[in-house]
T-cell receptor, first 115, second 113 residues
Framework: DGGITQSPKYLFRKEGQNVTLSCEQN?????MYWYRQDPGQGLRLIYY???????QKGDIAEGYSVSREKKESFPLTVTSAQKNPTAFYLC??????????????FGPGTRLLVL | GENVEQHPSTLSVQEGDSAVIKCTYS??????FPWYKQELGKGPQLIID?????GEKKDQRIAVTLNKTAKHFSLHITETQPEDSAVYFC????????????FGRGTSLIVHP
């Protein structure tokens, strides 16, 4: 089955702790994205990556970091600098947004809660 | 940058009725408009999209209309069913340009049996 997987489904973070959310895709998509979703606020872009070893900040990158060492993987780390991390995190991918193949496909999400 | 407004934020209908969700956008360069359905606790799923070279697209009970002059597009769901209950998001993007679509804030559709 092709698709996007995110793990874990639920994640608990303690004060001062860094946590990493996993996102993997086997769709051979070039671009990957991380969004944060809060109730009533829609989708806010955290980071995106067009190709391996390259990524750009989105609208709310402070307190987050990413890496893109492989085409299939785009992990997101929520650092201790992110003071309000409780949210639903969504990973997405698209074939090649620069060539009119820009439809984004989303993973099932990870819900992050602070203890 | 692009700004997408989506209305209403909540829509409640009886089973069998039609539902219409409207979005407006600000950037006349936008020409790709997807719609996503998000069920509770899940990721958004693309249900239909439209490009600016057409004014309407239909897929069974759902349709999207686009008015480029007025910069608005709408999702129409006919013969609604309880399983249509979800949050629906619209988005706008300049095809081949910016890599990032701009999303509306979502509409919570509730279909009462």
């Amino acid at each position: 089955d092709g698709g996007i997987t995110q793990s874990p489904k639920y994640l608990f973070r303690k004060e001062g702790q860094n946590v990493t959310l996993s996102c993997e895709q086997n769709l051979n998509h070039d671009a990957m994205y991380w969004y944060r979703q809060d109730p009533g606020q829609g989708l806010r872009l955290i980071y995106y990556s067009q190709i391996v070893n390259d990524f750009q900040k989105g609208d709310i990158a402070e307190g987050y970091s990413v890496s893109r060492e492989k085409k299939e993987s785009f992990p997101l780390t929520v650092t201790s600098a992110q003071k309000n991390p409780t949210a639903f995190y969504l990973c997405a991918s698209s074939i090649d947004p620069s060539r009119y193949q820009e439809t984004q496909y989303f993973g099932p999400g990870t819900r992050l809660l602070v203890l | 940058g692009e700004n997408v407004e989506q209305h209403p934020s909540t829509l409640s209908v009886q089973e069998g009725d039609s539902a219409v969700i409207k979005c407006t956008y600000s950037d006349s360069a936008s020409n790709y408009f997807p719609w996503y359905k998000q069920e509770l606790g899940k990721g958004p799923q693309l249900i239909i999209d439209i490009r600016s070279n057409v004014g309407e697209k239909k897929d069974q009970r759902i349709a999207v209309t686009l008015n480029k002059t007025a910069k608005h597009f709408s999702l129409h769901i006919t013969e609604t069913q309880p399983e249509d209950s979800a949050v629906y998001f619209c988005a706008a993007k300049e095809s081949g340009g910016s890599y990032i679509p701009t999303f509306g804030r979502g509409t919570s559709l509730i279909v009462h049996p």
